[in-house]
């Protein structure tokens, strides 16, 4: 297994929608645990998805579990093909990225989603969550569709900070 190196902006492919995947072979499965050993690699990081190692493949990696706020959390989850199929709320939070490691800012999310995934052996899964780790979920899923969480601030100038 490798820890894969993180793109960083402004890499164009962190603009770039992810390819879903057809089938789970054991290039995806590596990918994954690569994907996984990178996530925990990076202190405080709670998600990862395939496009921030330069993978434009439908996969992410979340463990919210790793925040030091306590909340309610799934732990370790990796889907492949993930899809928000319901939401509900709004919550506004600050967020990171490893992909913009100077800055943080003020992102208003869905406070509730469910979402539909495969899991690792190709199973359809369905989880419903809140709070943090739907934050987490959301601000993967934007990556797959090519965006950063600086799209997402409504003032540049006003909502996003300097680490």
């Not at 879903?20 to 499965?29: A, G, L, S």
């Not at 990918?31 to 493949?57: D, E, M, P, S, W």
Request: charge should be positive; charged fraction near 25%; include cysteine.
């Amino acid at each position: 297994m490798s820890i894969l190196p993180i793109l960083t902006i402004p890499n164009h492919l962190l603009k770039e929608i992810s390819i879903p995947i057809k089938k789970i072979d054991v290039e995806t499965k590596t990918l994954i645990k690569n994907i996984k050993k990178t996530l925990y690699f990076h202190n405080r990081c709670v998600g990862i998805a395939a496009v921030q190692v330069g993978i434009l493949k439908r996969i992410v990696a979340i463990d919210a579990s790793r925040s030091a706020k306590e909340h309610r959390n799934n732990g370790l989850l990796i889907m492949i093909n993930p899809e928000i199929v319901y939401f509900s709320g709004k919550i506004s939070s600050r967020e990171g990225c490893l992909s913009v490691p100077d800055f943080t800012g003020y992102v208003t999310r869905k406070k509730k989603i469910e979402i539909g995934y495969l899991d690792i052996n190709g199973c359809k899964q369905h989880l419903k969550t809140d709070g943090f780790e739907s934050i987490v979920l959301q601000h993967e899923i934007d990556h797959l569709d090519g965006k950063v969480f600086l799209d997402r601030v409504s003032s540049l100038k006003t909502d996003v900070f300097r680490r």
